[in-house]
């Protein structure tokens, strides 16, 4: 069956520094992958996905994803995080047929520190 | 953009309540899901539908029944509302790029 891991429950980073959210995948296919961003008291909105083809992807906000067949991963990572980018995260996995029922990580909350 | 919209943001019911949540999607998407979503379980696929009249159950359908009659519209039904049905719950609509999801509706049952 297929899973998604996201091994960070909580992560705090200074504004203005890197930052990097785990996600590893089980899934027995060649998946959809992608991340959700959700502030508080929002739905979840869209960051970026993965199909095929290059395997880092851009996304809004100015986050970036690579995925790595190899390591069952799909991590997301942006150079220099505002403080406006506090938010939880999650990553998701889906079947490339019709249909397409995600399936989706615990999440990651995001913390800012100025 | 696409927009999918949920009538209600907070609502409050009594244990043994029938309890309609409504999801409404303008972009003539064919596939619609209701997720519930848990702090540390993130979200879990109650049910969801891929036409008019046609819906399958997701992993966690249990106390719950959904209603498509319209293609723009996705209800998701609790029978018998339980304290352990307390939760947020998300629509969400798919059609390019991805899914879209709606603000979510946080379900307190007393």
């Known amino acids: 069956a297929q899973s998604v891991t996201q091994p960070d429950i909580h992560i705090t980073v200074s504004e203005g520094a890197s930052l990097e959210l785990r996600c590893n995948y089980s899934?027995?296919?060649?998946?959809?992958l992608f991340w959700y961003v959700q502030s508080p008291g929002q739905g979840l909105q869209l960051l970026l996905k993965y199909f095929s083809g290059d395997t880092l992807v851009q996304g809004i906000k100015g986050f970036e994803a690579e995925f790595k067949r190899s390591q069952s991963s799909f991590n997301l990572r942006k150079p220099s995080v505002h403080w406006s980018d506090a938010a939880e995260y999650f990553c998701a996995v889906g079947p490339m047929e019709y249909g397409n029922k995600l399936v989706f990580g615990a999440g990651t909350i995001l913390r800012v520190k100025s | 953009d696409v927009k999918v919209t949920q009538s209600s943001r907070y609502l409050v019911k009594r244990t043994g309540e029938k309890v309609f949540l409504e999801c409404v999607q303008d972009?003539?998407?064919?596939?619609m899901f209701w997720y519930r979503q848990d702090p540390g379980l993130g979200l879990r696929l109650i049910y969801f539908?891929?036409?008019?009249?046609?819906?399958e159950k997701g992993d966690i359908p249990e106390g719950y029944s959904v209603s498509r009659e319209k293609k723009e519209r996705f209800s998701l039904i609790l029978e018998s509302a339980s304290t352990n049905q307390t939760s947020m719950y998300l629509c969400a609509s798919r059609g390019t790029p991805g899914y879209t999801f709606g603000s979510g509706t946080r379900l307190t049952v007393v």
């Open positions: 972009m003539d998407h064919e596939n």
């Open positions: 539908s891929y036409d008019v009249k046609m819906k």
């Open positions: 899934y027995g296919a060649t998946p959809y």
